[in-house]
Each structure stands twice: as structure tokens, then as C-alpha cells.
């Protein structure tokens, strides 16, 4: 039986298998960015407040997070080809009623939906490529993937901008139903189980609703809690302070329950294996990484430069086409050199590049040198998410690849949730840090500060001065302030990314050395 195993091979060449998972996962993946710059429309249009708009993100990435690690179980019951097409209907289905949504509780619950279907698609997508392709060449087979997980949501503010202002919001739904329907046409055609994953139709009553439940608790709140901390004042708030206990006692429970059931939602002793366990706190430091650094720069080309949504989002499309170029060669030199090498370069490059950002990152930047800053930032990129992935399942048995794939893309998107909001947060406190300092300067008693402040009022005022053009050159200067204050803070937050980074690097060197090419172990060996 493992030599039937180890000899078998998809029917259709690998490549097409990949293109095909890929698009299915590419739309998932475009769809949690794509809304964003959508939503003040959104709200507008179904008479939400704002604040209220924002569950739309919310919803969706709740019930993300809590289908990922459910792949393994559903495959066990209807097969993996099976689920992967159930998660493409489910999806296009409430991607159509999201779009024809008259109401935002109806909207919030197509997005719940959405969200479901979706959280299946990225974990399958990589597991059928992982074993689609030979260990040496899976590598390049995760470069593509990789574009899809690190491009779409690069894309996903740009697209869902023009969009959104030349048609509607709903078109950013209603694209999905062509994507949708090619995809679920190419998978029942191209796609098939590996003889290692048998669908058992008795594994239905298997489900291990226990630990879903201590999951759904522990994502709920901790979703949540991200979501709306700033806005409500983090832990000031009984709110906020509510849902953390709910995720403490969420995470806290499911960690004991999985680890002690026979037949777990997430098989956590796979973090015995001490290489699996590096790759998935990498990968959610990477999650994390990407994340942040998507959202900061075309925040701070919105807040601090005046960019439009679809300005600031078209800042990041270099990125994008650097990521296409950059990618291939990556996934080729993963047969070639030692994931935890490749990774090492590629923190070293990161930190390298946030350092850069640190430095360079002023109110007179310009849009050409906003787009450079982001090539810097997506370079990189490559050489950390394809090797991190690829040494993810080197010395595991190929039949864990389902709950592999399931794991690592959990622990990026927790990660990339998680830093979006540490690093939100940590821009407004930096920028009110460094106001409060400039403050200190801005005294009539300051002989530099009052030269300016006299100067500029006798600008304002055709009399040469008075209190009037005085009072408006303070507000003048005190704008320009606000805003210097601002871009030290961004400053503050890419050196603490650049930190971070090196920290990485060191972690990167825990990873064993394996051999490029390396091929997962048979279960029999452990």
C-alpha cells in the first residue's frame, strides 16, 4: 500500500491541477481585501453607520477563521475533491446574495455565510498541490500559491476602489459568479483524491463538536475584540474586555480538549514535531508582516497625503508586479537551497526593507517612491512564504496534509488579523507620543517658534499681524504638527517591523536543514 502510494499520480499534468486550485483560491483570498475601501459605500447605501458597516469585515473573518482547520474532517467524510467543490458553491452562492443583499443584517448573514465557503478553499488548495507534485518540483507549485495568498489582497483595495467608483459596491460580489462557476466546471473535470484520502461517510457523526464549539468561542472573541479595540478604547472598555475573557477561555479550553481527544478538529500533537511548530509561528509572523504592511502604506497615503482610496491602493500595484516576477525564481530555488537559508534571506531582506521605510518615510514622498517602497516590502515575500511552507511538511506523513495545510493557513490569518490591529493601534499611540513632543516646542517663550508663527500671521493678514492672523497661523502650524506627528509614528511602527524581523532571522535558523526536495516521511516512521 505505501508503494501504491508513493507511485501515484494525478491523471492531468500537476500545472493545470495548480492553476486550477489557485483561481478558486485567489477569489477567497481577494474577497477579505476587497471590501474594505467598499464599505463606507456600503453603509451609506443600506443606512448602516459606519461603525455598523464594519461587521461586514468582521462577520466574514469570524466564520473564516473558524472553518480552516475543519478541512481534515470534512474530507474524511465526503473526500477532498467533494468539499473543495462544496466550498466553491457555497461561496459563489452567497457571493450572489451578498450582491442582492437590500438590507445589512441580510448582507451580515450572506457574509457569515461567505466566510464559511471560504474557509475551506485556501487550506485545500494547498494540500492538492502539495500532493499534485513530486516533493522536488512542490516548491515552484507553492510559488504559485504563494501568489495567490500574497498578490490578491496587494490587488484587493485597488480593484474593490475602482469598482466601487465606477459601478457599484455589489459588483464586488457579483464578480465572483463567472470566477465561481469556471473554477467549479475546472476542479470536477481536472482534480482528484490521492488514494490516502478515503471519504467515510460514518466520520459525519465524528465531528468533534466540542472542540468546534471552544473553537468558535476562542475566534469569535478574539475577532471581535481586534476588530473593534481601538474604536472602543481596548481594554478601558467592558466590551472589549468581554470578548478577550471569551477568547481565553476559548483557546484555553480547545487546547486541552484537542490535545487529549482521539479524534481532534486540529491535530495539535503535530506541534511534537518541532520543525512544523517553527514553520507555523513563522508563517504567522509572515501573515502578520504582509498584513500590516498592506494596510499602513495606503493608510498613510490617505490620512497624511490626501490620496483617494483608489490613489493609494494603485501605490501598491508594483508590489504586485514584482511578486509575479520574483515568485517563480523562488519557488525554483527551493530545489536548490535549504528551506531555513532561503527563509533567513528573505527576514534579512524584510528587515532590511522595513529599516529603509523607517528612514525614507516623510510627508514629501512621492507617489513613484511610495510604489519603490512597496517593491522593497514584497521582494522578500517570496523567499520566506514558499520555503516556510514547503519545509511545513517535510518529516510528516503525507496522509496529514489536510490538517498541515489547515493549520498553517489558520496560524497566517490569525497572525495577519492580529498585527493589523497591534500596528493600528500602535500608529495612533506613536503619532500622539510625538505630538505631545512637538507640543512641548510650540511657545510664544521659543524664540524659533515665534519668528515662524509672526511670519506666517503677517502672511495671513493684510494689517501685518493682529490676533486674528495670529490665532490662524498657530492652527496653520499646529495642522502641520499633527501631521509631522503622524509620519514619526508610521516611522516608529516600520523600525519596530524592522526588529521584528531580525528576530526572525534567528528563528529561521531553528528550522532543520533539509535536503531541497525532501519528501514527507511515511506514517509508519513515527
Known sequence: MADEHAEWKPKFNPWLIAATVALAAFMEVLDTSIANVALPHISGNLGASQDQGTWVLTSYLVSNAIVLPLGGWASSVIGRRNFFQLCIVIFTVSSFLCAISPSLPILLLARVLQGIGGGGLQPMAQAIMADSFEPKKRGQAFALYGLVAVLAPSIGPTLGGWITDNYSWRWIFYINLPI??????????????????????????RLDYVGLGFLTLAMGGLQIALDKGEENDWFASNFIRSFALMFAIGIAGFIYWEWKSKAPLMNLKLFKFRNFAICCFLMSLVGGVLNASTVLQPQFLQALLGYTATNAGKALTAGGIALVIVMPAAGILTG?????????????????SFYYAATHTTLQMSFGFASFLRVLQMLPIPFCFISITNAAYVGLPREASNQVS???????NVGG???????????????LFHQARLQESMRMTNPVFAERAQGLAGALTTSGGGAQGMGAAQASIYQQLQQQAGALGYSDIYMAL????CGMIALAFLLNKNKPGDAPKDAAAH
Do not use: E, H, Y
Not at 336 to 351: C, D, E, I, P, W
Not at 406 to 412: A, K, L
Not at 498 to 501: H, K, N
Open 498 to 501: 524592522c526588529w521584528m524581523s
Open 336 to 352: 536548490k537551497f535549504s528551506a531555513r537559508n532561503l527563509a533567513a534571506a528573505g527576514f534579512v531582506f524584510f528587515a532590511c
Open 417 to 431: 488579523s492580529i498585527m493589523i490591529a497591534i500596528t493600528g493601534a500602535a500608529v495612533t499611540n506613536r503619532g
Open 180 to 205: 465561481g462557476l469556471l473554477a467549479l466546471l475546472l476542479v470536477q473535470r481536472m482534480v482528484q483524491d490521492p488514494p490516502w484520502i478515503k471519504a467515510d461517510r460514518s466520520n459525519l457523526f
Open 406 to 412: 489547515g493549520i498553517i493557513n489558520f496560524m497566517r
